[in-house]
């Protein structure tokens, strides 16, 4: 799934988020929903926007996926 891809690397542009997620996904809406999860389970947030770059948490990963 599109999380378990996000964190294969700590940093993603934009364009990279739209080719793993497909061009019909609001790449602002996905982030939000990864966020809220993470939240539900780990009381933080694992992905960050800055313009056009993603920034990913890759140290919650065993805990996520």
């Not at 990864?34 to 800055?50: A, L, P």
Request: hydrophobic share 35%; net charge negative; with cysteine.
């Amino acid at each position: 799934d599109i999380l378990e891809k996000l964190f294969e690397k700590g940093i993603w542009t934009r364009k990279e988020i739209v080719e793993i997620a497909g061009p019909n996904i609001m790449i602002g809406s996905l982030l939000e929903q990864i966020n809220d999860y993470s939240c539900s389970k780990i009381n933080d947030i694992v992905v960050e926007e800055d313009g056009d770059h993603i920034y990913v948490t890759t140290e919650y990963k065993e805990q996520l996926i």
